[in-house]
């Protein structure tokens, strides 16, 4: 079984940056990609990022395009979000997660994931 820890949110004032990490442990992860997707109070969790295992592309959701980076570090086996110019908007928390086998074009779709952290929480000033 492989376990998930996020680690990294914490408070910012509106444009400042944050960085998460999500470090896998365990036995070693076969799923499709890996992503990252955030819950606000009251809302639905939604898809933020992903990156596909096999060639590393990523996809992002349209409002953090150009704002988030989402990347990979195989040999620390952890995925990381760089959050920049960030809005009172992305404050939620924020949840990694591992996809299935085989959900590697669908990796915006929650249900494409089998494995879920436990969430860190962002908060962004005004």
């Known amino acids: 079984q492989v376990q998930l820890a996020e680690s990294g949110g914490g408070l910012v004032q509106a444009g400042g940056s944050l960085r998460l990490a999500c470090a896998a442990s365990?036995?070693?992860?076969?799923?499709?990609?890996m992503g990252w997707f955030r819950q606000a109070p009251g809302n639905e969790r939604e898809f933020v990022a992903a990156?596909?295992?096999?060639?590393?592309?990523?996809y992002y959701k349209d409002s953090v395009s150009g704002r988030f980076t989402i990347s990979r570090d195989n040999a620390k086996n952890t995925l990381y979000l760089q959050m920049n110019s960030l809005k009172p908007e992305d404050s939620a928390v924020y949840y990694c997660?591992?996809?299935?086998?085989?959900?590697?074009?669908?990796?915006?779709?929650?249900?494409?994931?089998?494995?879920w952290g436990q969430g860190t929480q962002v908060t962004v000033s005004s």
């Open positions: 990156i596909r295992w096999s060639d590393g592309y990523p």
């Open positions: 365990g036995r070693t992860f076969s799923g499709s990609g």
């Open positions: 997660a591992g996809a299935r086998p085989l959900a590697g074009h669908t990796l915006y779709r929650p249900t494409s994931y089998d494995l």
